[in-house]
């Protein structure tokens, strides 16, 4: 179990958030509440877990969860707590709940959630396996993929086609909402795929993952149908260029706001700055958007060894068209692992 120093023999944590509840526990859930305190961890599950949850349940006794409050304050009051820290993470109604009917003070708090998050973007060997594995279903699902689309094929259907595969070859679910925007559309960076049919002369970016474990892969890849024009061609290469930048610059150490120069002056140096309207990348686990985020903001954070990033600069002309390149990087030591093996060079189908 990861060692929390903000729990104290007068001091408990409850984790309640699905990730942080799965990472500490390794037993997935949809509602659950894990109480971290010095005398031992209590994962309270309700009926549809609890067989399941003592059966695969790390560092916690499983409790069937009857009454929460109650449950709660009886735990509190036998280890004599007297504080309650409590991730703040999007439960706000659940912590006022807490607050009013607990007999202890509960406290919201920052700290503990940040460190939860720095302790889960190091990943494991495991953690890393899960991840691979689910990127090569996404590698395999994209192979598929550039036998399918052709002019007259819509986005929708491109997307339904990935994510089907992905399923198909293990993916638990999709990772997150699978994007297909081709022509005009892909100027958008999170456009939503249509009914519209593909054209040739249109960039088609997709960008899609899978889950193994829980944990999820990330990959973008824009081809072009028919033909590619030169000023396509001439946005390609420089995302390209930027993106490859990136992966020769990241390494323990470095500022996250230095990868994100590494792509960002790249393009700037090629005139399309502002068209780079996003981040250069973000952790990724049992979340799709997790710490580090590489971005010019993030100007105090250094990256680690372990730590699992995605490496997407893109260039989004409106009204023309866009194009962005996403592989996933795993930070080591001296420099870093390009987890995703799709190749990068323009692929005109
Ligand atoms: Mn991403």
Redesign the pocket.
Known sequence: MTTLRYITNKTAALIITPENRRYLTGFPSSLGYLLLTNGGNKLFVDGRYFEAAQKSAVDAEVVLMTNLVSQLNEELEKNGIGKLLIETKNEISVFQNLKTKLNVKVVPHQPLTDKLSLVRSVKKRTEIESIIEAQRISEKAFYDVLDFIKAGVTEKEIAAFLEYRMKLYGSQKAAFETIAVSGENSSMPHGVPTNKKVENGDFITM?FGSTINGYCS?M?RTVAVGFATDEMGQVYNTVLKAQQNVQNTIKAGLLCSDADKAARSVIETAGYGEYFCHST??GVGLE?HEAPTLSPKNNEVKLRAGQVV?N?PGIYLPKKFGVRI?DMLQVQKNGCKNLTKAPKDLIIL
């Open positions: 960008d990330d973008t990348g973000h799709i995605t997407e996403e």
